[in-house]
């Protein structure tokens, strides 16, 4: 497996590929977006376990759902991505997921669901903070409320109690700070 | 463009990017995005920027967990069979196929070029020999007509001779007639008497045809004496009109005999053709 040579098209490629159905779409996929796709769900849910079954159901979504995918509205990796979230949030607002880590909270006597309502990080993972460092923290804050944590611009804005406007522009000037940085 | 400045300015992009929107927003975006390419680009700014961050904070998944989404969406696992290596020939020989037809097309083309041109050859050879042939013919008819030409000239040339001896009072013309034997007979004798020339006339010649053992001879009477002039043949297609003889200073009469081919020194008066006198 590891031997293996990993696969890698251009994106027309990938997305004519994917709408045929055909197998290797779906393998040059895996090998070029799994790591950066599981990196995502991994921000929104902590449980590497959990976390990998998403990254799995993301997968076959894609693979099941790839003709309604529409390059004029974005790029694949964007479609994908919002498919791996998508399925985090929903998965993370559960009734049962919410049980599973009430009772983990009971069992570890680690307070699970403050540590979701923190926004923490993996230790490995680059943080927005560290990125955007010419940005005081209430602005990479909103970032990271809408980005990994599932909120909605419009809860973000309610749980900062700040207006609507200003979350948006606080959104922007985030990503703007990620231009610069990968530019 | 100030309209579209604002609408970036506004943040609304990266929440499409991020999929926070409603479906009548996403909407919004998506026409906006058709009508302005500034839109559009930045959008695709923040895509590359998010899908940057995201693969520099990726997670390598567990190893088997490919089997397992390969075999949930049943396609065959790598572990199975080398797909991936499976997988990408079937491309190269697609490339390699295409490759083979597009030679074939070019063989073909080649083909069918080398038949074209062989047809243009052979239709050029043909018409070449078709050229050559007329030029040849051309060519004959060309000489023809040449000769025909000097021909007509020659005779002209004598035909002009003959009317200014009429003018000439040099020029003796004598009428020749039949006798006994063959009263039909008939000819013209031309004599000069300062240049003693003497020309007979072919196109005014009607004597009977003789054969090869004989030929006609001219003689002058010269004071009752006959004196040879040449011998000649009955014949209708001359190249001249005008046929010259031996030269004589005086005659009174001309005669022609009919005598073994050659001539004879002194005329058979029973084989007389012609007579007639020279008139003064």
Redesign the interface.
Same mark, same amino acid.
């Given at each position: 497996m590891a031997l293996t040579k990993k696969i890698s098209l251009s994106e027309e490629e990938l997305v004519r590929a994917l709408k045929a159905k055909e197998t290797i779409a779906i393998q040059a996929l895996y090998d070029m977006y799994s790591g950066a796709l599981l990196g995502v769900i991994s921000r929104i849910i902590l449980q590497p376990e959990v976390a990998e079954d998403l990254l799995q159901e993301t997968f076959i979504k894609i693979w099941n759902s790839g003709e309604s995918y529409d390059s004029s509205k974005g790029r694949l990796f964007t479609w994908m991505m919002n498919v791996a979230r998508n399925l985090s949030i929903d998965k993370l607002r559960s009734k049962d997921f919410r049980n599973s880590v009430k009772n983990q909270d009971i069992e570890n006597n680690v307070d699970f669901i403050d540590a979701q309502k923190k926004v923490t990080f993996n230790a490995d993972l680059l943080g927005l903070r560290e990125m955007v460092t010419a940005l005081k923290p209430e602005f990479t804050k909103v970032l990271e409320l809408v980005y990994f944590k599932g909120y909605t611009h419009i809860e973000a804005a309610e749980e900062l109690a700040l207006p609507l406007g200003t979350v948006k522009t606080r959104i922007r000037m985030a990503i703007m700070e990620l231009r610069k940085h990968f530019n | 463009m100030e309209e579209t400045a604002a609408y970036i +300015?506004?943040? %609304? =992009? +990266? =929440?499409?990017? /991020?999929?926070?929107l409603s479906p009548a927003e996403e909407e919004e975006v #998506?026409r906006m995005?058709?009508k302005y390419p500034d839109v559009r680009q930045e &959008?695709?700014? &923040?895509?590359?920027?998010? #899908?940057?961050?995201?693969? $520099?904070? $990726? &997670? #390598?998944? $567990? &190893?088997g /967990? #490919?089997d397992? @989404? *390969?075999s $949930? @969406?049943g396609?065959?696992s %790598? *572990?199975i069979e080398?797909?991936?290596?499976a %997988?990408?020939i079937p491309?190269n020989q697609t490339n390699h196929s295409r490759k083979v037809r597009t030679l074939q097309y070019a063989l073909v083309a080649c083909i069918a070029l080398l038949l074209v041109s062989t047809a243009a050859l052979y239709s050029a050879h043909s018409r070449l020999d078709d050229a050559q042939n007329q030029i040849a013919q051309l060519s004959t008819q060309r000489d023809k007509f040449a000769a025909n030409a000097s021909f007509i000239e020659q005779k002209n040339i004598e035909l002009h001779q003959i009317a200014d001896m009429v003018a000439n009072p040099s020029w003796s013309i004598v009428k020749l007639a039949g006798t006994g034997a063959t009263p039909n007979s008939k000819m013209m004798v031309y004599w000069n008497r300062d240049e003693r020339s003497v020309l007979l006339d072919n196109s005014k010649m009607n004597l009977p045809a003789n054969d090869t053992e004989h030929q006609y001879q001219l003689w002058a009477l010269v004071n009752g004496k006959p004196v040879d002039l040449g011998v000649f043949d009955m014949k209708t297609d001359r190249e001249h009109i005008l046929l010259k003889m031996k030269e004589i200073p005086m005659a009174q009469a001309f005669a022609v005999t009919l005598e073994k081919r050659g001539g004879s020194p002194v005329p058979t008066m029973s084989a007389m053709a012609v007579i007639g006198n020279v008139t003064i």
């Open positions: - | +300015e506004s943040g %609304t =992009l +990266e =929440l499409y990017v /991020l999929g926070l #998506e995005s058709a &959008i695709t700014a &923040i895509e590359l920027a998010m #899908e940057h961050y995201a693969k $520099a904070n $990726a &997670i #390598e998944p $567990a &190893i /967990l #490919e397992k @989404i *390969f $949930a @969406i396609t065959p %790598t *572990f080398p797909t991936p290596q %997988t990408i491309l």
